[in-house]
């Protein structure tokens, strides 16, 4: 029997693939300082160009346009406050005097917005998940310019949104949208100039590479107020030693991610057969987002009465991973703020787990997951009182 775990929570982080730790271990033996103008810098340079050419390739930008960050959070909260502060440079008229955000987006762009010196205002979503285009356009014409910000897909749902039609809304009303795209890459095709945003946040390890690092790809580098100062690094607009072999990595996740979104097809097809046992196991089972379009690769659903914090543990303790429909940084399981977004009742949100796919997922470790929750669906349903 095969005894390893049943990893099933991609979108929380990747497993890092074996050609990026090889990569990684590659630029830590190189040992320089890109700043630094000997060889061993000049070799950590060179390490450091060559991920930012595959990180642009990537979405279809230019590598001018890709900044590296330590992670998705810090890009987010660079993207948010800059655009908020100072985007009037990219040449425009006026400045942001709001943010709009989805009330479907992460908590690290939730965090960012409401730190801002600007009103914050939240657009509301279908009960699929999916943002509401009208909604945004009479919230556009009732103020004055926005920065608005649309994720790619959701996290704990998968649901794909509409974001360049949302740009093409924003920008007819003079604002801005900054894209949260992590979820995409090596699931979905992302295309920095289809989708017409002005910023977009880009994370490593949601992609096979190591955490820790993560980039910002910008329309204009006008657009971007630094956070971090008091270096030169990044084009003046990051300061700090540039994490090498943490971005030596995301070069090379990066470029492998096309093979992922070749797969999807096969992820697909392991999602659908794990969401029609569910039905055939629980058949009052809610999976979430079905009606939209979602990444192949998650699937996020619910039985009432049975909460996600057991179904997470009774699940670990059968060697199989995921999430439950969102978790705070100190592993404690809450509610899922975008699905009471989309109107689910608290009862059942509080019951809503995540399954996630990947690159190493296989179909025996969709069957385990399906043998450990069916036990759980079997305790649940010897436990209800039997009818009269």
Excluded at 3 to 22: G, I, Q
Excluded at 99 to 115: K, P, T
Excluded at 267 to 291: C, H, M, W, Y
Aim: aromatic content about 4%; hydrophobic content about 45%; glycine content about 10%.
């Amino acid at each position: 029997m095969d005894n390893r775990l049943a990893y099933l929570d991609y979108n929380a982080t990747t497993p890092v693939k074996p050609d990026v730790l090889a990569r990684v271990a590659e630029a830590l033996v190189i040992g320089g300082n890109p700043s630094s103008v000997h060889q061993a810098g000049r070799l950590a340079r060179a390490v450091v160009d060559q991920a930012r050419d595959a990180v642009a390739d990537l979405v279809g930008a230019s590598p001018e346009q890709v900044l590296f960050t330590s992670g998705a959070t810090e890009a987010n909260t660079l993207a948010i406050r800059s655009l908020a502060a100072g985007a009037a440079r990219a040449q425009r008229v006026c400045a942001a005097t709001r943010i709009l955000i989805s009330a479907v987006e992460h908590d690290s762009v939730v965090g960012a917005a409401y730190a801002a010196d600007l009103p914050v205002e939240e657009i509301p979503v279908t009960a699929a998940g999916v943002v509401d285009l009208a909604a945004l356009e009479r919230m556009l014409g009732a103020g004055g310019p926005a920065v608005v910000v649309l994720m790619l897909a959701n996290n704990e749902t998968g649901v794909i949104q509409p974001v360049a039609a949302a740009a093409a809304l924003v920008h007819s009303f003079g604002g801005w949208l900054h894209c949260d795209a992590v979820q995409g890459p090596g699931r979905v095709a992302v295309d920095f100039e289809a989708l017409a945003v002005d910023t977009l946040t880009l994370s490593s390890h949601k992609m096979g590479g190591p955490q820790g690092v993560g980039a910002l790809v910008v329309r204009h580098l006008a657009l971007v107020s630094p956070q971090f100062v008091g270096g030169g690094q990044e084009r003046g607009l990051r300061a700090g030693t540039e994490n090498v072999a943490g971005i030596a990595g995301f070069g090379v996740a990066a470029h492998l991610s096309a093979n992922d979104v070749a797969r999807s097809n096969e992820i697909n097809e392991l999602r659908r057969d794990l969401e029609v046992e569910l039905q055939k196991i629980a058949p009052d089972v809610r999976i979430f987002g079905t009606s939209a379009e979602r990444l192949p690769n998650t699937s996020c659903f619910a039985v009432a009465g049975v909460a996600a914090e057991t179904q997470v543990i009774a699940l670990d303790l059968a060697d199989v991973a995921v999430s439950a429909g969102a978790a705070c940084s100190s592993g404690k399981v809450r509610t899922s703020r975008a699905l009471r977004a989309m109107g689910v009742p608290e009862d059942t949100a509080s019951c809503a787990i995540r399954v996630s796919l990947g690159w190493n997922t296989r179909r025996a470790d969709i069957e385990r997951f399906l043998g450990a929750w069916s036990e759980l669906m079997d305790r649940r349903r010897r436990r209800e009182p039997k009818a009269a």
